[in-house]
Nanobody
Framework: QVQLVESGGGLVQAGGSLRLACAAS????????MGWFRQAPGKEREFVAA????????YYADSVKGRFTISRDNAKNTVYLQMNSLKPEDTAVYYC????????????????WGQGTQVTVSS
């Protein structure tokens, strides 16, 4: 079992920044690929970003490329999502996810999920 707990969400004005964190516990964190998804009201959950366990590769949705950065600290069992130049359309509940399958973007279906953290961007 892998337990994931997100933090760092909140309300921010358009153009601002937030950093989300996801703390993992349970099975060896460093063996799992990690990622972030989001779900806006009335929309399906969508892939945002992912990072391989070895930190050799990162993946991003086109909508966040150049604005969001995913990183991880295996010593702290934590993955981060730095979000800059936020837009109102980034408003959503953001979920942390983990799996050992290859995190190949929107075709990734991770097994473990956090409970989500709300991000609201005002215009």
């Amino acid at each position: 079992q892998v337990q994931l707990v997100e933090s760092g969400g909140g309300l921010v004005q358009a153009g601002g920044s937030l950093r989300l964190a996801c703390a993992a516990s349970g099975r060896t964190f460093s063996y799992y690929h990690m990622g972030w998804f989001r779900q806006a009201p009335g929309k399906e959950r969508e892939f945002v970003a992912a990072i391989r366990w070895s930190i050799t590769s990162t993946y991003y949705a086109d909508s966040v490329k150049g604005r969001f950065t995913i990183s991880r600290d295996n010593a702290k069992n934590t993955v981060y999502l730095q979000m800059n130049s936020l837009k109102p359309e980034d408003t959503a509940v953001y979920y942390c996810a983990a799996d050992q399958s290859e995190p190949n973007g929107s075709n990734w279906y991770p097994y473990y999920w956090g409970q989500g953290t709300q991000v609201t961007v005002s215009s």
